[in-house]
């Protein structure tokens, strides 16, 4: 993992990176004669340098938009390199500045093996929080082989520059145990599903957990599902030769404030089951557990943070495969708690598995607040695209919240009707629900309905978020890299941290 840390603020390094921003037009100029200008720092740079650096960004016309970079070689002096690197207006420092972070981090990586970056005066431990976040985050890589040679990274350190250091350090801190968290649930995600059985997952999260002092993991293998009368998650696990798990994971400081129960789905691989999907829908149902993967490094992130709030993960998990044991549309399955629910179509198996751990979570648990997360449906993304997940409540307070939260950190939301008049389609003639509306129904705000009928006595305390578009990006974006983005796990940390 690259190294980033925190030093004096000086000239002397080879390769500088220095942070730029849009001025003001000229009044006497053009209006749309918008420049870059060198943002303030410790540290004082020659006038020479200042006049050579002004005259190229004037050259190169760069517009200090945060994550613009253009590297400036300076052979046979010293700084051999200067990196110029846009963080944006003062109006969102934090986006501007991981923007930068994660810009420098891609700009560096093949041709330079470290990089010392100048910190602005005023604001030096958040810009280097969200510098160091933006930068691990883009330089994460999955690969189950090594790294073509011609593709392979250079650069190894990154040293962040400022007067006083231990602000930094402790900020560098906090953006390491956030990045950490986001790698571990894009990891998880990203892992083939011939691996990636619920035992496969179940272990590595339980390993991840005997590492942090103060979290419990409790793992229900099918057997004890079997004694809980979880009826979904084994009817869901059924057609798999690999048997499902539930993780329960829970960080529990001494002096919590409050109770948050995290619900993730943890599909590790759906092919439709009988009601199977196209090869081509197939092709990423790794993904199908994303939002196991994040409740689980929320929990992890918040120890590390050492966040003053209890916080339990749960994580449903099975695989759902077609053989002579798997569940067959019409089929009924009786939920933990007692609730029914026919199953009309083998491939809406994800919010049969989370209909049991929301039953669990408000009948056992009992939280103060109930969030779960899931790759849930197709029609959240067409209705809000590849960037933006839906958000459920009935709290305007949570939503608000959660909102702010992921606004914060990058990961849009937005908030999604809950209208009592669409129940009805939930209705079946031989159990208390289905699982499968007509096609037409408002498929995301169905689901939705469907999973409230399981929060029992914290429906009013409940958020459901469907995140299956933002969970995947197919192109490099800002810290965001091909595959799988771990979406969730910094929107939950940041909220955690609010309560």
């Known amino acids: 993992m690259l190294d980033i840390s925190a030093g004096l603020a000086e000239t002397s390094a080879k390769i500088l990176a220095l942070p730029v921003c849009p001025s003001a037009p000229d009044s006497d100029g053009p209006s749309d004669d918008v420049h870059a200008t060198l943002v303030a720092t410790d540290t004082v740079l020659p006038d020479p340098l200042v006049s050579e650096i002004n005259s190229y960004l004037a050259d190169v016309r760069h517009s200090g938009a945060a994550g613009t970079v253009y590297l400036l070689p300076r052979p046979g002096r010293d700084p051999t390199h200067i990196m110029l690197v846009g963080v944006g207006s003062d109006d969102n420092l ?299 409540t009935h709290n305007d307070a949570m939503a608000v919240a959660l909102a702010a939260a992921g606004e914060a950190v990058g990961e849009r939301t937005w908030r999604m009707p809950l209208p009592d008049d669409y129940v009805a389609s939930l209705a079946s003639d031989v159990a208390d629900l289905n699982n499968a509306p007509p096609p037409g129904q408002a498929g995301a705000v169905v689901a939705a309905l469907y999973l409230r009928e399981f929060t029992g006595n914290r429906r009013d305390r409940w958020v459901h978020l469907d995140m299956s578009a933002p969970a995947w990006i197919e192109t490099h974006d800002g810290p965001l890299v091909k595959g799988a983005t771990g979406w969730g796990v910094r929107l939950l940390l940041r909220w955690l941290g609010s309560l």
């Open 94 to 392: 934090e986006a501007g500045w991981r923007s930068a972070g994660a810009a420098v981090a891609r700009k560096a990586a093949s041709r330079l093996a470290s990089v010392t970056v100048l910190l602005p005066r005023s604001t030096a431990p958040a810009a280097a929080r969200s510098f160091a976040e933006g930068a691990w985050l883009a330089s994460y890589r999955y690969r189950l082989s090594a790294e073509p040679d011609d593709r392979a990274t250079t650069l190894r350190r990154m040293t962040l520059a400022a007067r006083d250091t231990g602000s930094v350090e402790t900020a560098i801190a906090s953006a390491r145990a956030i990045s950490d968290a986001v790698i571990l649930a894009r990891d998880l995600t990203n892992a083939p599903s011939v691996q990636k059985s619920p035992k496969w997952f179940a272990d590595r999260v339980a390993n991840a957990a005997a590492r942090r002092k103060g979290v419990t993991t409790t793992v229900h293998d099918e057997n004890d599902l079997a004694e809980g009368r979880f009826g979904a998650i084994l009817a869901v696990g059924a057609g798999s030769s690999r048997p499902p798990r539930m993780v329960e994971l829970s960080w529990r400081p001494r002096r919590s404030r409050a109770h948050v129960v995290l619900v993730g789905k943890g599909i590790t691989f759906d092919s439709g089951g009988i009601s199977i999907k196209t090869a081509e829908q197939m092709k990423l149902m790794r993904k199908d557990m994303g939002g196991a993967a994040a409740v689980c490094a929320a929990v992890l992130g918040a120890a590390d943070l050492e966040l003053p709030v209890r916080v339990t993960a749960l994580a449903p998990l099975a695989e759902n495969m077609i053989s002579g044991s798997s569940m067959r549309p019409g089929d009924v399955v009786r939920h933990y708690g007692g609730l029914t629910t026919e199953v009309q179509n083998t491939d809406g198996e994800g919010r049969l598995v989370l209909g049991d751990a929301l039953a669990y979570a408000a009948r056992r648990l009992k939280p103060d607040l109930l969030v779960d997360l899931a790759t849930l449906t197709g029609a959240s993304h067409v209705a809000l695209g590849k960037r933006t997940a839906a958000l459920f």
